[in-house]
């Protein structure tokens, strides 16, 4: 008998559209063929490198979406490749037009496995400087992030994945002034992205952030009256770089914030969604999550991150992979980078507000100690070196879709939205949308959905959501891709006097963080989804509106 694994209609499509392999594929049709791939036979084709019991309990595990792969992993499972890898760590390694052009091809072979990107630009020289072999002055590193940038257009041209980029800068650069200001658009862009998404703009395909270092969370003015603590804390937040880094932060949400300090130091490479780290060129991502929503016992959750974290080892001998540099630093470090999903749902179950509780410590307590035992013990057992990090919380967006929970480690967004989208590349229509992961936990859990709090709720206590990535970074040795909604730059709640007290909050959790996004509310074109109330929504469900159409409804699809 088949079994639906679907909570909504909404995660039955993305699987149907995304990763099914033809109209008769199931969910765990492809969980079986990808447990195989991974750690089984390969169809008759290979040894096990797991064994048949943990191969089979792992499979049920995945089938019932308490731990769901990377999506990579999803899409390839079953194929001739095995590109398993979300995304590539690069870096510019040497300030020579040689590098220039060695760096764009690793870019173009990542880029066109479906992999996403992350370079660090910090070591090529400032715009204005000499070159010394054929004279003239350097452009400095923003025009090689531009052409990268175009490349990724090129490559989401090729296909139908929107390529993901993302590029850093030490914050002693000469360039940070010009790099701060890189995305700033002009009203004429950001109207014309805001009609149609894919309009070209300045390193619209790139995400960007300055990287931070010992030098400046150890800035000190000796400020007196204050204990040392305090003085670090007010010298770094009032440092002009990163007093203007927030300004930019909170009115268009970029460039955002990269934190390496003692011996993370030099880990400023990234992913494109800046979960994993690592400080050698050619790194590579290996991403899964636990549903923890989908795990009712600490001794089921304990297994399951056994099993998860064996899974992944297996994919650091299973995966294809671009370049040869690529599978010697695979080898090297052997990243694994597990990660958690559901982590709000799990509280809203358990009557919890949004805050890391006893209970959730002792859980993330087990995902720290389970991962790396049974990673080493994997490892051991294949007589392969050991991984160099662990854990790394992705932010989840199609396969929390999939799971019917919350995405990493993010509050709900919002309980009722307006979704807007764009019909022939020319009409704007949307409609009142519940969130089916809201709707689901409203009527399974009795919930009040006026006192649920959201991404949007909390936009106006960004310390609370500061807060609970730090307490969540505490157990994770890579990073977290987690993005923090702030109201409408010039709002009451957001506006230039407010720019200090943002660093200094900031400031204060940055050494127990590895990075920080935020987005201001309309900050960037063509924003799909707005927060409404629920009963509005409730209201308003079923029909489909057009915008600026002024005529009757008469067929379900209304102009306002």
Not at 166 to 190: C, G, M, V
Not at 280 to 285: A, N
Not at 294 to 306: H, Y
């Amino acid at each position: 008998m088949q079994v639906n694994r679907f909570k909504n209609t909404f995660s039955e499509n993305i699987f149907k559209f995304k990763y099914a392999q033809g109209p008769t594929d199931t969910w765990d049709a492809l969980a079986e063929r990808l447990v195989d791939d991974v750690c089984g036979t390969r169809g008759g084709k290979a040894h096990r490198i797991m064994s048949k019991e943990d191969i089979d309990q792992l499979t049920q595990y995945i089938k019932e979406m308490k731990f769901i792969p990377g999506g990579r992993y999803l899409w390839y499972a079953g194929k001739k490749n095995s590109y398993f890898n979300n995304c590539f760590l690069l870096r510019a390694e040497h300030d020579t037009r040689e590098e220039w052009a060695d760096l764009t091809q690793r870019a173009v072979s990542c880029l066109m496995t479906g992999g996403g990107i992350g370079i660090d630009y910090s070591i090529l020289r400032p715009s204005g400087k000499p070159l010394s072999r054929t004279g003239g002055l350097s452009s400095g590193p923003i025009p090689l992030m531009q052409m990268i940038n175009e490349v990724g257009r090129g490559v989401m041209q090729g296909g139908s994945r929107r390529s993901a980029i993302y590029a850093s800068l030490n914050w002693q650069h000469e360039d940070i002034p010009a790099f701060l200001t890189a995305k700033n658009w002009s009203s004429e862009i950001r109207e014309l992205k805001s009609k149609d998404f894919n309009f070209p703009a300045p390193l619209d395909m790139t995400n960007i952030s300055i990287n931070y270092d010992d030098n400046w969370l150890n800035l000190d003015y000796k400020i007196s009256g204050v204990t040392p603590s305090e003085s670090n804390i007010i010298s770094r937040a009032n440092d002009p770089t990163f007093l203007a880094n927030c300004k930019q932060a909170m009115m268009t949400g970029e460039p955002g914030f990269s934190f390496n300090f003692g011996d993370k130091q030099n880990e400023t490479l990234r992913n494109a969604c800046t979960e994993v780290t690592s400080e050698d060129d050619s790194d590579v991502c290996n991403l899964g999550s636990i549903n923890i929503s989908n795990i009712k016992s600490l001794e089921e959750f304990t297994a399951v991150v056994n099993l998860a974290s064996k899974f992944l080892v297996c994919g650091t001998l299973r995966a294809d992979l671009p370049y040869n540099k690529v599978y010697k630093i695979r080898e090297k470090n052997r990243r694994l980078g597990l990660g958690l999903m559901g982590i709000h749902a799990w509280l809203l179950q358990r009557g919890y507000g949004y805050e890391v509780t006893p209970e959730l410590h002792q859980w993330l307590k087990v995902y720290k100690d389970e991962s790396e035992r049974s990673a080493n013990e994997h490892c051991e057992r294949l007589y392969i070196s050991k991984p160099v990090a662990y854990r790394a919380i992705a932010p989840t967006g199609s396969i929390g879709i999939l799971a019917g929970t919350t995405t990493g480690i993010e509050p709900l967004f919002a309980v009722a939205y307006k979704r807007r989208y764009l019909t022939d590349g020319t009409k704007w229509k949307y409609e009142y949308v519940v969130d089916s992961t809201a709707d689901q936990l409203i009527k399974e859990y009795g919930l009040d959905p006026t006192k649920i709090e959201t991404a949007y709720g909390l936009a106006n206590d960004y310390e609370k959501r500061i807060k609970f990535q730090a307490d969540i970074q505490d157990y994770v040795d890579m990073s977290i891709s987690s993005t923090i909604n702030l109201p409408t730059w010039g709002s009451k709640d957001n506006n230039e006097g407010q720019i200090s007290t943002f660093a200094q909050v900031l400031s204060k959790y940055a050494p127990r963080l590895r990075g920080f996004t935020c987005y201001p509310d309309g900050s960037r074109g063509g924003q799909p989804l707005t927060e409404v109330p629920y009963h509005e929504a409730i209201k308003h469900s079923g029909i489909i509106y057009e915008e600026n159409v002024d005529r009757a409804c008469t067929s379900g699809v209304c102009g306002l």
